[in-house]
Antibody, heavy 121, light 110 residues
Framework: EVQLVESGGGLVQPGGSLRLSCAAS????????MSWVRQAPGKGLEWVSV???????YYADSVKGRFTISRDNSKNTLYLQMNSLRAEDTAVYYC???????????????WGQGTLVTVSS | QSVLTQPPSVSAAPGQKVTISCSGS????????VSWYQQLPGTAPKLLIY???KRPSGIPDRFSGSKSGTSATLGITGLQTGDEADYYC???????????FGGGTKLTVL
């Protein structure tokens, strides 16, 4: 059974850092496109970052230069290192897998339960 | 403001049909595949439709998707109270090199 379990969220001060983890089971992270998607309280979905199976990484302009996506193949885990956090980064962060059979990127077939990041002093 | 435009809310009676629109441009919907998601309160989004009109395993055929030009539509027939949720469209934007989403539509089953 495919499962994604996020952890690492919490309260952090503006300018601080946090690392989110997404432990996967039932499939191999390194063989798939994996993304982070966030949702601010009461707001819609916002794509944050993707890491392709080949290792290429891409970021939304809103987080470029501050966030880093990575994976640990030995742990089958996806990460999001978040630095220089701002109040507007406050959101539930989801990791999600791109559907392998889709014709294009952005069809996320499995999502984690989400982890809340609150940036506040 | 979201790159893709959805109506904030739609409503219909149980058993009826509803459609939710998603409008974009040639850089996103017009030249890429659209997905649709259902998000029940307090839960993660769930993929309903991908590649414009395909349903993942386990999604009932009450849910359908279509695309024409730079717009896409999600259709739901035989509405049930359990369908009350927020619905999002999403696609790749070739100009932004980002996945983009609509602002979401809240479905109320009266």
């Amino acid at each position: 059974e495919v499962q994604l379990v996020e952890s690492g969220g919490g309260l952090v001060q503006p300018g601080g850092s946090l690392r989110l983890s997404c432990a996967a089971s039932g499939f191999t992270v390194s063989s798939n496109y994996m993304s982070w998607v966030r949702q601010a309280p009461g707001k819609g979905l916002e794509w944050v970052s993707v890491i392709y199976s080949g290792g290429s990484t891409y970021y939304a302009d809103s987080v470029k230069g501050r966030f880093t996506i990575s994976r640990d193949n030995s742990k089958n885990t996806l990460y999001l290192q978040m630095n220089s956090l701002r109040a507007e980064d406050t959101a539930v962060y989801y990791c999600a897998r791109d559907l392998p059979d889709s014709s294009g990127p952005g069809a996320f077939d499995y999502w984690g339960q989400g982890t809340l990041v609150t940036v506040s002093s | 403001q979201s790159v893709l435009t959805q109506p904030p809310s739609v409503s219909a009676a149980p058993g009826q049909k509803v459609t939710i629109s998603c409008s974009g441009s040639s850089s996103n919907i017009g030249n890429n595949y659209v997905s649709w998601y259902q998000q029940l309160p307090g839960t993660a989004p769930k993929l309903l439709i991908y590649d414009n009109n395909k349903r993942p395993s386990g999604i009932p055929d009450r849910f359908s998707g279509s695309k024409s030009g730079t717009s896409a539509t999600l259709g739901i027939t035989g509405l049930q109270t359990g369908d009350e949720a927020d619905y999002y469209c999403g696609t790749w934007d070739s100009s932004l090199s980002d996945v983009v989403f609509g602002g979401g539509t809240k479905l109320t089953v009266l």
